[in-house]
Protein backbone atom coordinates (compact mmCIF):
# COMPACT_ATOMS: atom_id res chain seq x y z
CA UNK A 1 0.00 0.00 0.00
CA UNK A 2 3.35 1.84 0.24
CA UNK A 3 2.94 5.40 -0.36
CA UNK A 4 -1.01 6.81 -0.91
CA UNK A 5 -0.61 9.07 2.15
CA UNK A 6 2.00 10.90 0.32
CA UNK A 7 -0.32 10.86 -3.01
CA UNK A 8 -2.54 12.72 -1.75
CA UNK A 9 -0.35 15.71 -1.04
CA UNK A 10 -0.11 17.32 -4.56
CA UNK A 11 2.55 19.49 -5.68
CA UNK A 12 2.69 23.18 -4.04
CA UNK A 13 2.06 25.61 -7.21
CA UNK A 14 3.77 28.26 -4.72
CA UNK A 15 7.24 28.22 -6.03
CA UNK A 16 6.97 27.79 -10.25
CA UNK A 17 4.69 30.89 -10.18
CA UNK A 18 7.72 32.63 -7.81
CA UNK A 19 9.85 30.93 -10.18
CA UNK A 20 7.70 32.17 -13.25
CA UNK A 21 7.23 35.84 -11.75
CA UNK A 22 11.35 36.16 -11.10
CA UNK A 23 11.36 35.35 -15.04
CA UNK A 24 9.07 38.20 -16.23
CA UNK A 25 10.62 40.58 -14.14
CA UNK A 26 14.13 40.10 -15.86
CA UNK A 27 12.62 40.50 -19.02
CA UNK A 28 10.97 43.68 -17.76
CA UNK A 29 14.47 44.62 -16.61
CA UNK A 30 16.23 43.75 -19.11
CA UNK A 31 14.26 46.22 -21.46
CA UNK A 32 15.73 48.93 -20.03
CA UNK A 33 18.94 47.58 -20.99
CA UNK A 34 17.53 47.41 -24.80
CA UNK A 35 16.60 50.78 -25.02
CA UNK A 36 19.65 52.13 -23.69
CA UNK A 37 21.26 50.42 -26.51
CA UNK A 38 18.85 51.47 -28.89
CA UNK A 39 19.53 55.59 -27.75
CA UNK A 40 23.11 54.56 -28.11
CA UNK A 41 22.46 53.71 -31.53
CA UNK A 42 24.28 50.47 -30.93
CA UNK A 43 22.17 47.79 -32.72
CA UNK A 44 24.23 44.80 -32.33
CA UNK A 45 23.89 44.88 -28.81
CA UNK A 46 20.32 45.82 -29.04
CA UNK A 47 19.32 42.65 -30.88
CA UNK A 48 21.97 40.58 -28.25
CA UNK A 49 19.14 42.43 -25.49
CA UNK A 50 16.76 41.52 -28.13
CA UNK A 51 17.06 37.94 -28.04
CA UNK A 52 17.36 37.56 -24.48
CA UNK A 53 14.31 39.12 -23.61
CA UNK A 54 12.78 36.53 -26.38
CA UNK A 55 14.42 33.82 -24.64
CA UNK A 56 13.37 35.02 -20.98
CA UNK A 57 9.56 34.70 -22.15
CA UNK A 58 10.23 31.53 -23.58
CA UNK A 59 11.16 30.29 -20.07
CA UNK A 60 8.08 31.89 -18.70
CA UNK A 61 5.71 30.39 -21.37
CA UNK A 62 7.35 26.70 -20.55
CA UNK A 63 7.17 27.59 -17.10
CA UNK A 64 3.14 28.82 -17.52
CA UNK A 65 2.38 25.59 -19.19
CA UNK A 66 4.38 23.03 -16.40
CA UNK A 67 2.01 25.27 -14.08
CA UNK A 68 -1.01 24.85 -15.37
CA UNK A 69 -0.76 20.99 -15.88
CA UNK A 70 0.23 21.03 -12.59
CA UNK A 71 -2.96 22.20 -10.64
CA UNK A 72 -5.81 20.10 -11.97
CA UNK A 73 -9.77 20.36 -11.34
CA UNK A 74 -9.40 17.80 -8.93
CA UNK A 75 -7.49 19.61 -6.64
CA UNK A 76 -8.28 21.10 -3.06
CA UNK A 77 -6.57 24.26 -2.10
CA UNK A 78 -6.68 27.22 0.13
CA UNK A 79 -7.02 29.62 -3.13
CA UNK A 80 -9.73 28.59 -6.02
CA UNK A 81 -7.94 27.31 -9.34
CA UNK A 82 -9.24 30.36 -11.03
CA UNK A 83 -7.98 32.60 -9.08
CA UNK A 84 -4.21 30.80 -9.66
CA UNK A 85 -4.35 30.61 -13.07
CA UNK A 86 -5.86 34.76 -13.60
CA UNK A 87 -2.63 35.35 -11.69
CA UNK A 88 -0.07 33.26 -14.03
CA UNK A 89 -2.20 34.54 -16.83
CA UNK A 90 -1.58 38.06 -15.81
CA UNK A 91 2.23 37.55 -14.84
CA UNK A 92 2.59 36.21 -18.07
CA UNK A 93 1.51 39.51 -20.01
CA UNK A 94 5.02 41.27 -18.43
CA UNK A 95 7.41 39.08 -20.69
CA UNK A 96 4.84 39.17 -23.73
CA UNK A 97 4.41 42.70 -23.66
CA UNK A 98 8.04 43.15 -23.34
CA UNK A 99 8.47 40.95 -26.51
CA UNK A 100 5.90 42.92 -28.36
CA UNK A 101 8.06 45.89 -27.64
CA UNK A 102 11.27 45.06 -28.56
CA UNK A 103 10.12 43.52 -31.60
CA UNK A 104 8.71 46.37 -32.85
CA UNK A 105 11.50 48.47 -32.01
CA UNK A 106 14.06 46.21 -33.82
CA UNK A 107 11.72 45.82 -36.66
CA UNK A 108 11.20 48.83 -37.82
CA UNK A 109 14.81 50.33 -36.57
CA UNK A 110 13.00 52.47 -34.21
CA UNK A 111 15.39 55.37 -32.67
CA UNK A 112 13.15 57.39 -30.07
CA UNK A 113 13.41 61.03 -30.90
CA UNK A 114 16.23 63.39 -28.66
CA UNK A 115 13.41 65.43 -26.64
CA UNK A 116 11.45 61.84 -25.13
CA UNK A 117 14.87 59.96 -24.78
CA UNK A 118 15.39 60.63 -20.85
CA UNK A 119 11.85 60.65 -20.00
CA UNK A 120 11.35 57.45 -21.62
CA UNK A 121 14.18 55.76 -20.08
CA UNK A 122 12.93 56.78 -16.51
CA UNK A 123 9.48 55.83 -17.62
CA UNK A 124 10.75 51.70 -19.15
CA UNK A 125 13.13 51.60 -15.43
CA UNK A 126 9.80 52.78 -13.43
CA UNK A 127 7.79 50.09 -15.27
CA UNK A 128 10.42 47.94 -14.95
CA UNK A 129 10.01 48.84 -10.98
CA UNK A 130 6.56 48.04 -11.17
CA UNK A 131 7.78 44.31 -12.07
CA UNK A 132 10.00 44.44 -9.37
CA UNK A 133 7.70 45.12 -6.63
CA UNK A 134 5.40 42.49 -8.08
CA UNK A 135 8.38 40.23 -7.81
CA UNK A 136 8.51 41.09 -4.46
CA UNK A 137 4.88 40.39 -3.33
CA UNK A 138 4.85 37.24 -4.68
CA UNK A 139 7.74 35.96 -2.80
CA UNK A 140 5.76 36.39 -0.29
CA UNK A 141 3.24 33.93 -1.53
CA UNK A 142 5.20 31.19 0.77
CA UNK A 143 4.91 33.07 3.65
CA UNK A 144 1.04 33.71 2.76
CA UNK A 145 0.34 29.48 2.58
CA UNK A 146 2.56 28.98 5.80
CA UNK A 147 0.18 31.33 7.82
CA UNK A 148 -3.11 29.71 5.83
CA UNK A 149 -3.29 33.37 4.44
CA UNK A 150 -4.38 35.37 7.30
CA UNK A 151 -2.80 37.41 10.55
CA UNK A 152 0.36 39.77 10.19
CA UNK A 153 1.77 38.16 6.88
CA UNK A 154 -1.96 39.57 5.47
CA UNK A 155 -1.05 42.94 6.28
CA UNK A 156 2.75 42.98 5.84
CA UNK A 157 1.69 41.91 1.83
CA UNK A 158 -1.51 44.37 2.09
CA UNK A 159 1.97 47.58 2.45
CA UNK A 160 3.68 45.63 -0.33
CA UNK A 161 0.39 46.19 -2.64
CA UNK A 162 0.19 49.41 -1.88
CA UNK A 163 3.90 50.38 -2.28
CA UNK A 164 2.70 48.64 -5.92
CA UNK A 165 0.09 50.90 -6.50
CA UNK A 166 2.27 53.95 -5.85
CA UNK A 167 4.76 52.91 -8.40
CA UNK A 168 2.14 52.33 -11.06
CA UNK A 169 0.45 55.40 -10.13
CA UNK A 170 3.71 56.82 -11.09
CA UNK A 171 4.07 55.01 -14.65
CA UNK A 172 0.34 56.80 -15.77
CA UNK A 173 1.51 60.15 -15.05
CA UNK A 174 5.13 59.20 -16.32
CA UNK A 175 3.17 57.76 -19.49
CA UNK A 176 0.79 61.12 -19.36
CA UNK A 177 3.69 63.54 -19.47
CA UNK A 178 5.75 61.73 -22.37
CA UNK A 179 2.34 61.91 -24.59
CA UNK A 180 2.75 65.63 -23.87
CA UNK A 181 6.41 66.09 -25.49
CA UNK A 182 5.35 63.63 -28.11
CA UNK A 183 2.79 65.84 -29.51
CA UNK A 184 4.43 68.82 -28.91
CA UNK A 185 6.97 67.51 -31.65
CA UNK A 186 4.96 64.99 -33.61
CA UNK A 187 4.22 67.54 -36.94
CA UNK A 188 8.18 67.30 -37.23
CA UNK A 189 8.24 63.44 -37.67
CA UNK A 190 7.52 60.87 -39.88
CA UNK A 191 3.62 60.04 -39.17
CA UNK A 192 3.50 56.43 -39.42
CA UNK A 193 6.90 56.77 -36.98
CA UNK A 194 4.84 58.88 -34.44
CA UNK A 195 2.28 55.57 -34.62
CA UNK A 196 4.42 53.54 -33.96
CA UNK A 197 6.11 55.27 -30.89
CA UNK A 198 2.52 55.96 -29.43
CA UNK A 199 1.70 52.23 -29.89
CA UNK A 200 5.40 51.86 -28.01
CA UNK A 201 4.46 54.33 -25.04
CA UNK A 202 1.18 52.09 -24.53
CA UNK A 203 2.66 48.82 -24.20
CA UNK A 204 5.20 49.88 -22.08
CA UNK A 205 2.29 51.49 -20.26
CA UNK A 206 0.79 48.09 -19.91
CA UNK A 207 3.81 46.39 -18.16
CA UNK A 208 3.59 48.44 -15.32
CA UNK A 209 -0.84 47.82 -15.44
CA UNK A 210 -0.11 44.24 -15.39
CA UNK A 211 2.20 44.13 -12.55
CA UNK A 212 -0.58 46.50 -10.92
CA UNK A 213 -2.87 43.08 -11.17
CA UNK A 214 -0.41 40.72 -9.78
CA UNK A 215 -1.10 42.75 -6.91
CA UNK A 216 -5.00 42.79 -7.48
CA UNK A 217 -4.90 38.67 -8.47
CA UNK A 218 -3.11 38.64 -4.59
CA UNK A 219 -5.47 40.65 -3.16
CA UNK A 220 -8.50 38.89 -3.97
CA UNK A 221 -6.43 35.71 -2.40
CA UNK A 222 -6.67 37.49 0.62
CA UNK A 223 -10.10 39.06 0.67
CA UNK A 224 -11.84 35.49 1.03
CA UNK B 1 -7.77 -30.50 22.57
CA UNK B 2 -6.57 -32.70 20.05
CA UNK B 3 -3.81 -31.33 17.40
CA UNK B 4 -3.48 -28.34 19.81
CA UNK B 5 0.16 -28.08 19.09
CA UNK B 6 -0.22 -28.25 15.66
CA UNK B 7 -2.74 -24.87 16.00
CA UNK B 8 -0.56 -22.76 18.15
CA UNK B 9 2.58 -22.97 16.26
CA UNK B 10 -0.13 -22.29 12.80
CA UNK B 11 -1.70 -19.26 14.83
CA UNK B 12 1.74 -18.02 15.82
CA UNK B 13 3.28 -18.40 12.51
CA UNK B 14 0.08 -16.87 10.44
CA UNK B 15 0.20 -13.82 13.57
CA UNK B 16 3.57 -13.54 13.01
CA UNK B 17 2.54 -13.23 8.67
CA UNK B 18 0.08 -10.67 9.39
CA UNK B 19 2.61 -8.85 12.05
CA UNK B 20 4.65 -8.74 9.30
CA UNK B 21 2.63 -7.15 6.50
CA UNK B 22 1.39 -4.31 9.71
CA UNK B 23 5.02 -3.42 10.51
CA UNK B 24 5.95 -3.16 6.69
CA UNK B 25 3.52 -1.21 5.57
CA UNK B 26 1.17 0.26 7.91
CA UNK B 27 3.87 1.72 10.20
CA UNK B 28 5.81 3.31 7.25
CA UNK B 29 2.70 5.31 6.52
CA UNK B 30 2.19 6.37 10.16
CA UNK B 31 5.87 7.53 10.91
CA UNK B 32 6.24 8.98 7.24
CA UNK B 33 4.92 12.35 8.83
CA UNK B 34 8.20 12.79 10.91
CA UNK B 35 10.83 11.38 8.27
CA UNK B 36 9.25 13.57 5.89
CA UNK B 37 9.78 16.57 7.95
CA UNK B 38 13.02 15.95 8.96
CA UNK B 39 12.12 15.53 12.52
CA UNK B 40 13.54 13.01 12.17
CA UNK B 41 15.85 10.15 10.35
CA UNK B 42 15.09 7.04 9.04
CA UNK B 43 17.17 5.49 11.70
CA UNK B 44 15.67 7.21 14.43
CA UNK B 45 12.08 6.85 13.15
CA UNK B 46 12.26 2.34 13.08
CA UNK B 47 13.83 2.98 17.07
CA UNK B 48 11.08 5.24 18.29
CA UNK B 49 8.27 2.63 16.05
CA UNK B 50 9.62 -0.60 17.85
CA UNK B 51 9.81 1.20 21.30
CA UNK B 52 6.45 2.85 21.14
CA UNK B 53 4.61 0.16 18.95
CA UNK B 54 5.68 -2.22 21.91
CA UNK B 55 4.36 -0.24 24.58
CA UNK B 56 1.52 0.49 22.61
CA UNK B 57 0.06 -2.47 22.35
CA UNK B 58 0.88 -3.88 25.74
CA UNK B 59 -0.66 -0.64 27.86
CA UNK B 60 -3.65 0.01 25.41
CA UNK B 61 -4.14 -2.56 23.08
CA UNK B 62 -6.37 -5.08 25.33
CA UNK B 63 -9.86 -4.10 24.78
CA UNK B 64 -8.84 -4.07 20.68
CA UNK B 65 -8.00 -7.62 20.82
CA UNK B 66 -11.05 -8.56 22.98
CA UNK B 67 -13.42 -6.85 20.19
CA UNK B 68 -11.78 -8.74 17.50
CA UNK B 69 -11.41 -12.07 19.38
CA UNK B 70 -14.43 -12.26 20.82
CA UNK B 71 -16.94 -9.17 20.48
CA UNK B 72 -17.87 -9.77 16.28
CA UNK B 73 -18.50 -13.55 16.42
CA UNK B 74 -21.36 -15.06 18.84
CA UNK B 75 -18.62 -17.18 20.22
CA UNK B 76 -21.52 -19.38 22.13
CA UNK B 77 -22.44 -20.51 19.20
CA UNK B 78 -19.01 -22.60 18.81
CA UNK B 79 -19.09 -24.50 22.05
CA UNK B 80 -20.11 -27.49 20.19
CA UNK B 81 -17.23 -27.35 18.14
CA UNK B 82 -14.69 -25.39 19.27
CA UNK B 83 -12.02 -26.22 16.32
CA UNK B 84 -14.48 -24.48 14.18
CA UNK B 85 -13.26 -20.74 15.81
CA UNK B 86 -9.79 -21.75 15.58
CA UNK B 87 -9.98 -22.96 11.97
CA UNK B 88 -11.87 -19.40 11.46
CA UNK B 89 -9.51 -17.48 12.84
CA UNK B 90 -6.66 -19.27 11.36
CA UNK B 91 -8.44 -18.68 8.33
CA UNK B 92 -8.90 -14.87 8.90
CA UNK B 93 -5.43 -14.41 9.99
CA UNK B 94 -4.19 -15.55 6.77
CA UNK B 95 -6.45 -13.90 5.02
CA UNK B 96 -5.83 -10.95 5.69
CA UNK B 97 -1.90 -11.47 5.70
CA UNK B 98 -2.80 -12.28 1.94
CA UNK B 99 -4.64 -9.58 1.11
CA UNK B 100 -2.18 -6.90 2.91
CA UNK B 101 0.21 -8.88 0.35
CA UNK B 102 -1.73 -8.97 -2.77
CA UNK B 103 -2.81 -5.08 -1.96
CA UNK B 104 0.74 -4.20 -1.22
CA UNK B 105 2.25 -5.48 -4.09
CA UNK B 106 -0.60 -3.81 -6.62
CA UNK B 107 -0.11 -0.39 -4.52
CA UNK B 108 -3.83 -0.32 -3.04
CA UNK B 109 -4.39 1.72 -0.13
CA UNK B 110 -5.68 -0.92 1.90
CA UNK B 111 -6.16 -1.04 5.81
CA UNK B 112 -5.16 -3.81 7.96
CA UNK B 113 -8.08 -3.59 10.26
CA UNK B 114 -10.55 -3.70 7.53
CA UNK B 115 -8.83 -6.61 6.10
CA UNK B 116 -9.15 -8.92 9.30
CA UNK B 117 -12.78 -7.54 9.98
CA UNK B 118 -13.82 -8.60 6.84
CA UNK B 119 -12.10 -11.78 7.14
CA UNK B 120 -13.91 -12.48 10.70
CA UNK B 121 -17.11 -11.59 9.30
CA UNK B 122 -16.13 -13.74 6.37
CA UNK B 123 -16.19 -16.97 8.43
CA UNK B 124 -18.60 -16.71 10.65
CA UNK B 125 -20.72 -16.28 8.07
CA UNK B 126 -19.59 -19.33 5.95
CA UNK B 127 -19.30 -21.66 8.82
CA UNK B 128 -22.13 -21.51 11.06
CA UNK B 129 -24.29 -18.67 8.74
CA UNK B 130 -25.49 -14.97 9.27
CA UNK B 131 -26.95 -14.73 12.73
CA UNK B 132 -22.90 -16.10 13.87
CA UNK B 133 -22.15 -12.27 13.33
CA UNK B 134 -22.99 -10.02 15.91
CA UNK B 135 -24.29 -7.34 13.57
CA UNK B 136 -24.69 -4.42 16.06
CA UNK B 137 -21.07 -4.42 17.25
CA UNK B 138 -20.41 -4.71 13.00
CA UNK B 139 -22.11 -2.27 12.69
CA UNK B 140 -20.86 -0.35 15.36
CA UNK B 141 -16.60 -0.93 14.01
CA UNK B 142 -17.85 0.30 10.65
CA UNK B 143 -19.57 3.56 11.45
CA UNK B 144 -16.81 4.00 13.40
CA UNK B 145 -14.55 3.68 10.13
CA UNK B 146 -16.88 7.21 9.10
CA UNK B 147 -16.33 8.84 12.43
CA UNK B 148 -12.76 7.89 13.28
CA UNK B 149 -11.14 10.46 10.04
CA UNK B 150 -13.97 13.04 11.17
CA UNK B 151 -13.41 13.30 14.39
CA UNK B 152 -9.75 13.11 13.36
CA UNK B 153 -10.48 15.96 11.00
CA UNK B 154 -12.32 18.31 13.45
CA UNK B 155 -9.54 17.91 16.26
CA UNK B 156 -6.89 18.40 13.33
CA UNK B 157 -8.53 21.92 12.25
CA UNK B 158 -8.90 22.82 15.88
CA UNK B 159 -5.18 22.21 16.51
CA UNK B 160 -3.91 23.75 13.55
CA UNK B 161 -6.59 26.59 13.35
CA UNK B 162 -4.93 27.43 17.16
CA UNK B 163 -1.40 27.31 15.74
CA UNK B 164 -2.40 29.84 13.25
CA UNK B 165 -4.21 32.01 15.84
CA UNK B 166 -1.73 31.48 18.66
CA UNK B 167 1.24 31.46 16.57
CA UNK B 168 1.55 32.10 12.85
CA UNK B 169 -0.58 35.14 12.23
CA UNK B 170 1.47 37.31 14.97
CA UNK B 171 3.88 39.55 13.90
CA UNK B 172 6.63 37.71 15.83
CA UNK B 173 5.31 33.93 15.46
CA UNK B 174 8.94 33.25 16.78
CA UNK B 175 8.42 34.27 19.97
CA UNK B 176 4.69 32.58 20.79
CA UNK B 177 5.99 29.42 18.96
CA UNK B 178 8.74 29.54 21.97
CA UNK B 179 6.25 30.19 24.42
CA UNK B 180 3.51 27.72 23.22
CA UNK B 181 5.19 24.93 21.82
CA UNK B 182 5.49 23.02 25.05
CA UNK B 183 2.10 23.93 26.11
CA UNK B 184 1.38 21.72 22.99
CA UNK B 185 3.67 18.93 24.14
CA UNK B 186 2.31 19.21 27.44
CA UNK B 187 -1.40 18.62 26.11
CA UNK B 188 -0.53 15.75 23.67
CA UNK B 189 1.19 13.86 26.37
CA UNK B 190 -1.09 14.41 28.78
CA UNK B 191 -4.29 13.18 27.18
CA UNK B 192 -2.74 10.44 25.66
CA UNK B 193 -1.43 9.03 29.06
CA UNK B 194 -4.78 9.70 30.54
CA UNK B 195 -6.62 7.64 27.70
CA UNK B 196 -3.84 5.18 28.06
CA UNK B 197 -4.64 5.35 32.31
CA UNK B 198 -8.45 5.08 32.01
CA UNK B 199 -9.08 2.69 28.89
CA UNK B 200 -5.80 0.52 28.45
CA UNK B 201 -4.33 -0.22 31.10
CA UNK B 202 -7.06 -2.49 33.20
CA UNK B 203 -5.94 -5.07 30.92
CA UNK B 204 -2.81 -5.51 32.64
CA UNK B 205 -3.76 -5.75 35.77
CA UNK B 206 -3.16 -2.35 36.94
CA UNK B 207 -5.77 -0.24 38.34
CA UNK B 208 -5.60 3.68 38.67
CA UNK B 209 -8.12 5.63 40.50
CA UNK B 210 -8.93 9.02 38.72
CA UNK B 211 -7.57 11.38 40.74
CA UNK B 212 -4.23 10.11 40.36
CA UNK B 213 -4.82 9.25 36.53
CA UNK B 214 -5.13 13.16 36.45
CA UNK B 215 -2.14 13.30 38.62
CA UNK B 216 0.34 11.08 36.89
CA UNK B 217 -1.05 12.37 33.24
CA UNK B 218 -0.06 15.70 34.56
CA UNK B 219 3.29 14.90 35.67
CA UNK B 220 4.35 13.30 32.63
CA UNK B 221 2.94 15.47 30.39
CA UNK B 222 4.88 18.13 32.78
CA UNK B 223 8.15 16.33 32.29
CA UNK B 224 8.01 15.51 28.93
CA UNK B 225 6.75 19.11 28.14
CA UNK B 226 10.19 20.26 29.92
CA UNK B 227 12.10 18.51 28.19
CA UNK B 228 10.90 19.19 24.99
CA UNK B 229 11.12 23.21 25.80
CA UNK B 230 14.75 22.65 26.70
CA UNK B 231 15.06 21.34 23.14
CA UNK B 232 13.53 24.27 21.62
CA UNK B 233 15.58 27.12 23.52
CA UNK B 234 18.46 25.44 22.05
CA UNK B 235 17.24 26.65 18.35
CA UNK B 236 19.05 29.62 17.13
CA UNK B 237 17.13 31.93 14.68
CA UNK B 238 18.43 32.39 11.33
CA UNK B 239 18.81 35.71 10.94
CA UNK B 240 19.36 35.34 7.09
CA UNK B 241 16.83 33.07 6.21
CA UNK B 242 14.02 35.33 6.55
CA UNK B 243 14.04 38.94 8.37
CA UNK B 244 10.35 39.90 8.78
CA UNK B 245 8.84 36.29 10.24
CA UNK B 246 11.24 33.63 10.90
CA UNK B 247 9.00 31.16 9.64
CA UNK B 248 11.99 28.81 9.23
CA UNK B 249 13.23 28.69 12.76
CA UNK B 250 9.08 28.31 13.42
CA UNK B 251 9.15 25.31 11.55
CA UNK B 252 11.84 24.16 13.66
CA UNK B 253 10.76 24.37 16.86
CA UNK B 254 7.44 22.54 15.47
CA UNK B 255 10.11 19.83 14.56
CA UNK B 256 10.81 18.88 18.20
CA UNK B 257 6.89 18.58 18.10
CA UNK B 258 7.13 16.22 15.21
CA UNK B 259 9.02 13.60 17.36
CA UNK B 260 6.17 13.79 20.42
CA UNK B 261 3.82 13.39 17.56
CA UNK B 262 5.84 10.44 16.31
CA UNK B 263 5.95 8.59 19.45
CA UNK B 264 2.12 9.70 20.18
CA UNK B 265 1.53 7.68 16.24
CA UNK B 266 3.29 5.02 17.10
CA UNK B 267 2.09 4.37 20.07
CA UNK B 268 -1.67 4.89 19.04
CA UNK B 269 -0.74 2.37 15.94
CA UNK B 270 0.44 -0.04 18.83
CA UNK B 271 -2.59 0.20 20.08
CA UNK B 272 -5.03 -0.26 18.03
CA UNK B 273 -3.26 -2.48 14.77
CA UNK B 274 -1.12 -4.44 16.84
CA UNK B 275 -4.04 -5.58 18.57
CA UNK B 276 -5.54 -6.48 15.42
CA UNK B 277 -2.94 -9.08 14.51
CA UNK B 278 -2.61 -10.17 17.93
CA UNK B 279 -6.62 -10.66 18.50
CA UNK B 280 -7.33 -13.81 16.10
CA UNK B 281 -4.18 -15.59 17.74
CA UNK B 282 -5.16 -14.66 21.01
CA UNK B 283 -8.48 -16.48 20.03
CA UNK B 284 -6.78 -19.72 19.21
CA UNK B 285 -4.19 -20.04 22.06
CA UNK B 286 -7.55 -19.73 24.84
CA UNK B 287 -9.51 -22.45 22.37
CA UNK B 288 -6.37 -24.76 22.04
CA UNK B 289 -4.97 -24.77 25.36
CA UNK B 290 -8.55 -25.12 27.61
CA UNK B 291 -10.29 -27.07 24.29
CA UNK B 292 -13.21 -25.05 25.52
CA UNK B 293 -14.67 -21.50 23.66
CA UNK B 294 -13.80 -19.31 27.36
CA UNK B 295 -15.41 -16.47 27.49
CA UNK B 296 -12.93 -14.65 30.18
CA UNK B 297 -10.09 -15.96 29.68
CA UNK B 298 -6.56 -13.41 29.90
CA UNK B 299 -4.69 -13.31 26.79
CA UNK B 300 -0.84 -14.33 27.44
CA UNK B 301 1.44 -11.34 27.26
CA UNK B 302 3.81 -13.44 25.12
CA UNK B 303 1.00 -12.93 22.21
CA UNK B 304 1.38 -9.66 22.42
CA UNK B 305 5.14 -9.72 22.49
CA UNK B 306 4.81 -11.77 19.29
CA UNK B 307 2.83 -9.31 17.87
CA UNK B 308 5.17 -6.47 18.88
CA UNK B 309 8.07 -8.46 17.70
CA UNK B 310 6.50 -9.15 14.36
CA UNK B 311 6.23 -5.64 13.70
CA UNK B 312 9.59 -4.64 14.67
CA UNK B 313 10.49 -7.45 12.27
CA UNK B 314 8.45 -6.40 9.15
CA UNK B 315 9.44 -2.56 10.07
CA UNK B 316 13.48 -3.84 10.04
CA UNK B 317 13.29 -5.78 6.66
CA UNK B 318 10.69 -3.87 4.58
CA UNK B 319 9.19 -0.79 6.61
CA UNK B 320 12.65 1.07 6.03
CA UNK B 321 12.26 1.20 2.20
CA UNK B 322 8.46 2.35 2.87
CA UNK B 323 9.40 4.90 5.32
CA UNK B 324 12.22 5.97 2.99
CA UNK B 325 10.03 6.71 -0.25
CA UNK B 326 6.61 7.81 1.75
CA UNK B 327 9.31 10.39 3.58
CA UNK B 328 10.86 12.05 0.91
CA UNK B 329 7.50 12.50 -0.95
CA UNK B 330 5.44 13.48 1.94
CA UNK B 331 7.46 16.68 2.13
CA UNK B 332 4.65 19.05 1.41
CA UNK B 333 3.61 18.64 4.82
CA UNK B 334 5.79 21.07 7.25
CA UNK B 335 6.25 20.13 10.89
CA UNK B 336 3.58 22.72 12.20
CA UNK B 337 0.77 21.03 8.97
CA UNK B 338 2.23 17.43 10.80
CA UNK B 339 2.10 17.92 14.05
CA UNK B 340 -1.60 19.08 13.46
CA UNK B 341 -2.30 16.25 11.66
CA UNK B 342 -0.41 13.76 13.59
CA UNK B 343 -1.32 14.96 17.21
CA UNK B 344 -5.17 14.49 15.91
CA UNK B 345 -5.06 11.23 14.63
CA UNK B 346 -2.94 9.68 17.52
CA UNK B 347 -5.80 11.15 19.94
CA UNK B 348 -8.71 9.96 17.62
CA UNK B 349 -6.82 6.18 17.76
CA UNK B 350 -6.28 5.90 21.29
CA UNK B 351 -9.33 7.07 22.24
CA UNK B 352 -11.06 4.51 19.86
CA UNK B 353 -8.95 1.98 21.38
CA UNK B 354 -9.66 2.64 24.32
CA UNK B 355 -13.04 1.77 24.02
CA UNK B 356 -12.19 -1.29 21.63
CA UNK B 357 -13.07 -0.27 18.49
CA UNK B 358 -10.83 -1.30 15.63
CA UNK B 359 -10.04 1.83 13.54
CA UNK B 360 -7.48 2.26 10.49
CA UNK B 361 -4.68 3.96 11.49
CA UNK B 362 -4.14 5.44 7.52
CA UNK B 363 -7.25 6.83 7.24
CA UNK B 364 -7.90 8.60 10.72
CA UNK B 365 -4.68 10.67 9.39
CA UNK B 366 -5.64 10.81 6.04
CA UNK B 367 -8.99 12.41 7.80
CA UNK B 368 -6.69 14.65 9.98
CA UNK B 369 -4.83 15.91 7.26
CA UNK B 370 -8.04 16.97 5.07
CA UNK B 371 -8.74 18.65 8.67
CA UNK B 372 -5.34 20.82 8.39
CA UNK B 373 -6.13 21.43 4.27
CA UNK B 374 -9.89 22.44 5.44
CA UNK B 375 -8.07 25.85 7.76
CA UNK B 376 -6.21 26.64 4.58
CA UNK B 377 -3.50 24.86 5.88
CA UNK B 378 -2.29 22.65 3.18
CA UNK B 379 -1.12 24.23 -0.25
CA UNK B 380 -3.04 21.08 -2.54
CA UNK B 381 -4.18 18.02 -1.69
CA UNK B 382 -5.30 15.76 -4.31
CA UNK B 383 -8.83 14.72 -4.53
CA UNK B 384 -8.61 11.99 -6.82
CA UNK B 385 -6.46 9.75 -4.01
CA UNK B 386 -8.55 11.06 -1.47
CA UNK B 387 -11.86 9.48 -3.45
CA UNK B 388 -9.53 6.04 -4.43
CA UNK B 389 -9.02 5.90 -0.70
CA UNK B 390 -12.63 6.42 0.69
CA UNK B 391 -13.37 3.56 -2.33
CA UNK B 392 -10.24 0.89 -1.16
CA UNK B 393 -12.68 0.72 2.45
CA UNK B 394 -15.44 -0.52 1.00
CA UNK B 395 -13.57 -3.42 -1.22
CA UNK B 396 -11.23 -4.55 1.26
CA UNK B 397 -13.99 -6.21 3.31
CA UNK B 398 -15.48 -8.40 0.60
CA UNK B 399 -12.15 -9.56 -0.34
CA UNK B 400 -10.91 -10.04 3.19
CA UNK B 401 -14.27 -12.33 3.72
CA UNK B 402 -14.08 -14.19 0.46
CA UNK B 403 -10.53 -14.66 0.99
CA UNK B 404 -11.37 -15.99 4.71
CA UNK B 405 -13.95 -18.12 3.53
CA UNK B 406 -11.58 -19.94 0.91
CA UNK B 407 -9.00 -20.23 3.54
CA UNK B 408 -11.70 -21.35 5.70
CA UNK B 409 -13.31 -24.28 3.98
CA UNK B 410 -8.99 -25.57 2.98
CA UNK B 411 -8.39 -25.38 6.26
CA UNK B 412 -11.35 -27.45 7.33
CA UNK B 413 -10.50 -30.43 4.87
CA UNK B 414 -7.15 -30.49 5.77
CA UNK B 415 -7.16 -30.37 9.29
CA UNK B 416 -10.69 -31.47 10.08
Known amino acids: MGNYLANIFAASPVRPIQEHMEQCYRASDELVDFFRHTIAGDWDAARVSRQRIVDLEHAADGLKKQLRGQIPKRLFMPVPREDLLDLIWVQDQIPNRARDISGLVIGREITLPEVIQDSFLAFVARNADAAKMARKTINELDELYETGFQGAEVQLVETLINELDQIEDDTDDMQASIRKQLFDIEQQLPPIEVMFLYRIIELTGDIGDMAERVGRRLELMLAR | MPDANIYLALAAVFGLFMAWGIGANDVANAMATSVGTRALTIRQAILVAAIFEFTGAVLAGGEVTSTIRKGMVDAALFTDQPQLLVFGMLAALLAAGTWLLVASRKGWPVSTTHSIVGAIIGFAVAGLGVDAVKWAKVGSIVLSWVV ?98 HFDTVERIFGVLMVVTACSMAFAHGSNDVANAIGPVAAIISVANSGTVGLQSAIPIWVLFLGGAGIVFGLATYGRKVIATVGSDITHLTPSRGFSAGVAAALTIVIASGTGLPISTTHTLVGAVLGVGLARGISALNLDVVGRIFASWIITIPAGAVLSIIFYFSLKFLLG
Open chain 2, 148 to 245: SPITAGIIAWLIFSSIQWLILSRSRPITYARRYAPLYIFLTVFLITLVTLFKGLKHVGLHVATSHAYLIAALVGVVVALTGGWFISRIKIDEQAEREF
